[in-house]
């Protein structure tokens, strides 16, 4: 069974504080990972996708990505309480025959005005 | 770009009765589309691959005679659900990628907005 772990939190931070998400997946063949922000009852928007070793950053947003330690993060900076949501982690893997894209179950983050 | 479409957004229906949900690719033609499913405070589960001019394929566990797709064009899939019960209200999520942009292996799945069903 190929799984993608991350902490439920929910994690807490003040507003303008660095917000630091993380994941752990079980593939070792996975070569594609996505942070995806979901707020409640709504469906996920993409935030970042990262591929290579390393750390990408896209504005406020940094995902970094150790393949050898099975590890993708994502850091928040100037945490806005606009960014209070549950951030899913997605990799994807081989099964049956093709790819396919596993969801953690997700962080919830609250930003604190 | 890459927006996808889904409808309805809500829908209630009595036990037994069939729903269904479309999904639409508005600005790309998008060959395969995956049919994701949300219990509350649970993570999203795949249901099943839906493929342009073929079978879908379903996950372990999905029962394909209760939950047909059809994938009729390059644009629309279809998932309807089959003589609904309380224990499938539920929140389904479409997804799809555009051909041509490396296919779902390494490419961003965009999601439609999601169908809450609620089957009293």
């Known amino acids: 069974q190929k799984e993608v772990e991350q902490n439920s939190g929910p994690l807490s931070v003040p507003e303008g504080a660095i917000a630091s998400l993380n994941c752990t997946y079980s593939d070792r063949g996975s070569q594609s990972f996505f942070w995806y922000r979901q707020y409640s009852g709504k469906s996920p928007e993409l935030i970042m996708f990262i591929y290579s070793n390393g750390d990408k950053e896209d504005g406020r947003f940094t995902a970094q990505l150790n393949k050898a330690s099975q590890y993708v993060s994502l850091l928040i900076r100037d945490s806005q309480p606009s960014d209070s949501a549950t951030y899913l982690c997605?990799?994807?893997?081989?099964?049956?025959?093709?790819?396919?894209?596993?969801f953690g179950s997700g962080t919830r983050l609250l930003v604190r005005p | 770009g890459a927006v996808v479409s889904q409808h309805p957004s809500r829908v209630i229906c009595k036990s037994g009765t069939s729903v269904k949900i479309e999904c639409r690719s508005l600005d790309f033609q998008a060959t395969t589309m995956f049919w994701y499913r949300q219990f509350p405070k649970q993570s999203l589960m795949l249901m099943a691959t839906s493929n342009e001019g073929s079978k879908a394929t379903y996950e372990q566990g999905v029962e394909k005679d209760k939950f047909l797709i059809n994938h009729a064009s390059l644009t629309l899939s279809t998932l309807t659900v089959t003589s609904a019960h309380p224990e499938d209200s539920s929140f389904y999520i479409c997804?799809?990628?555009?051909?041509?942009?490396?296919?779902?292996?390494?490419?961003?799945?965009?999601f439609g907005n999601g169908t809450r069903l609620t089957v009293t």
């Open positions: 997605a990799v994807n893997s081989w099964m049956d025959s093709s790819y396919k894209l596993i």
């Open positions: 997804s799809a990628t555009p051909d041509g942009a490396g296919g779902s292996y390494n490419s961003p799945l965009h």
